[in-house]
């Protein structure tokens, strides 16, 4: 029962510059490593010399400084096509995170000063959301299961059904209707209109979800994820999903899979089994 995240981080030396996404590598990769995953694979456009990792991760105290050496795990951004195959790994496994820090707006990716010919013959610079979404399509078994993390500008449902709502329920977006078998939870920094925060100690969205997902609880990680990124900006976090039942997170994401995670009908009480 492998468990693959992929990491998708972006800067933008250059161009737009994004402060902190190192941090956010490093925050993000420190906790998903203490939770077991079988592979975890970074993309950024980063390049950073061991003295400014050893600075970021030591003037971030809930980055694991252990970690600040092993630039090794860095996989170089080149271009689309490398992307979109990273994703394709993580989508169509049983189950996969991904997760992307970076620019966004309009329901696409921004990706750093690349120019791509599709076979349109169009230039684009972006990943769209058709395009994940017919990656998230070609899944036909339904006991496949996903967690995507987008933190970044002008958040998108990325053609999800569901919208999540504080009062614990789920309401059909509006003109989608697009249906899959597995379970997909998207997490989104801001809605579509809005910016997100980030500084030189990394984006408000990663700080909570690393701090909060032990909640398992929907509910309790979108309550304290929300109040965490509201109090410092004026983004309000979102979370979308193919199903209008899913109150939980799923709990490989954060456990070790040989464990039994057992949660009751009315998805209030957990319970860890070895």
Known sequence: MEKIALIISFEYEGISYLPGAIVDIYR????????????????????????????????????????YSMRNVFT??????????????????????LYYSGHSMGGKLILPNETHIDINGSISSFIHDYELLD??????????????????????????????????TYHLVDSVRVYMPHKVISMCSSTSSQQSFSDISGSDLT???????????????????TFDVTSV????????????????????IIYNTKLTILIDKYNNDVKICK
Not at 138 to 153: A, I, Q, R, W
Not at 211 to 224: F, G, H, Q, V, W
Not at 235 to 251: A, D, M, R
């Open 207 to 225: 700080k909570s979800i690393v701090k909060n997902l032990n909640k398992l609880s929907i509910k309790d990680i979108m309550r304290s994820v």
């Open 135 to 168: 990656i998230l399509s070609s899944v036909k078994d339904p006991t496949h299961e996903t967690m995507l993390v987008f933190d970044c500008c002008h958040g998108s449902n990325f053609l999800l059904p569901y919208k999540y709502d504080e009062s614990g």
């Open 233 to 252: 900006s004026k983004s309000n976090p979102v979370l979308y999903s193919t199903y209008p039942n899913i109150h939980h997170i799923f709990p490989w």
């Open 76 to 97: 170089k951004y080149r271009n689309k096509r490398q992307v979109i195959d990273a994703m394709e790994e993580v989508l169509k496994c049983s189950k996969g995170l």
């Open 28 to 67: 993000m990769y420190s906790a998903l490593i203490h939770m077991g995953y079988d592979k975890i694979t970074i993309i950024t456009d980063s390049n950073p010399s061991d003295r400014e990792l050893y600075d970021y991760t030591t003037k971030n105290t809930d980055v694991d400084v252990t970690i």
